[in-house]
């Protein structure tokens, strides 16, 4: 006969129980000022990046305990982390993957903001995170003399032009390059 053994079980309910106790006996002023305080560009709270930001997103407070909950129970935090997915996303990078987009599709990326719209508008707003790929076609549109000031003008000085503008802009909110 086999004997299932439940003391592993049993021992992640009791830490999950001493967890959820230690949150509930925190002083609520405190908690709440906190979690507004470990909120981030991405728009998940102190539970990190993860399916369980994507559900529960900043909601501070107790939520979190859920949020992270979810992240280590299916492992998309770990996951999301090493594919850079599930908001798992690092400004710092997002920015050297946008710099290396526009520098590789540079030639195409002049001709779509020429007429503000394109295929590699749209891959340049799936790499910045950016919500409204019309309204980046027609905001770099328009900033095009700008952005390619001269013919010659370097590859450097047209991303840098790109990321800033995509940067500066508060209605493109492109989340990903942000800050």
């Given at each position: 006969?086999?004997?299932i053994?439940?003391?592993?079980?049993?021992?992640?309910?009791?830490?999950?129980?001493a967890?959820?106790?230690?949150a509930?006996?925190a002083?609520v002023?405190?908690?709440?000022d906190a979690?507004k305080?470990?909120?981030?560009?991405?728009?998940?709270?102190?539970?990190?990046?993860?399916?369980?930001?994507?559900?529960?997103?900043n909601q501070?407070?107790?939520?979190?305990?859920f949020?992270?909950?979810?992240?280590?129970?299916?492992?998309?935090q770990?996951?999301g982390?090493?594919?850079?997915?599930?908001n798992?996303v690092?400004s710092?990078s997002?920015?050297v993957?946008t710099?290396?987009?526009?520098?590789?599709?540079?030639?195409?990326?002049?001709?779509?903001?020429?007429?503000?719209q394109g295929e590699t508008?749209?891959?340049?707003?799936a790499v910045?995170?950016?919500?409204?790929?019309a309204?980046?076609?027609?905001?770099?549109q328009?900033?095009?003399?700008?952005?390619f000031?001269?013919?010659?003008?370097?590859?450097?000085?047209?991303s840098e032009?790109?990321?800033g503008?995509?940067?500066?802009?508060?209605?493109?909110?492109?989340?990903?390059?942000?800050?």
């Amino acid at each position: 006969m086999t004997t299932i053994h439940r003391t592993p079980l049993l021992a992640a309910l009791v830490a999950l129980l001493a967890l959820c106790t230690a949150a509930v006996a925190a002083p609520v002023d405190e908690g709440l000022d906190a979690a507004k305080r470990n909120t981030n560009q991405q728009g998940y709270g102190m539970a990190g990046c993860g399916l369980g930001s994507m559900l529960f997103g900043n909601q501070s407070g107790f939520v979190q305990i859920f949020a992270g909950t979810t992240n280590g129970l299916f492992g998309t935090q770990t996951f999301g982390i090493s594919s850079g997915t599930s908001n798992c996303v690092d400004s710092g990078s997002a920015r050297v993957a946008t710099r290396a987009y526009i520098e590789a599709n540079r030639e195409a990326l002049a001709k779509d903001i020429a007429r503000g719209q394109g295929e590699t508008i749209a891959g340049l707003a799936a790499v910045a995170g950016c919500g409204d790929v019309a309204a980046l076609g027609g905001t770099l549109q328009r900033k095009f003399g700008e952005v390619f000031p001269r013919a010659d003008v370097s590859s450097a000085v047209v991303s840098e032009a790109v990321v800033g503008t995509l940067r500066d802009d508060p209605v493109l909110a492109c989340r990903h390059i942000a800050g």
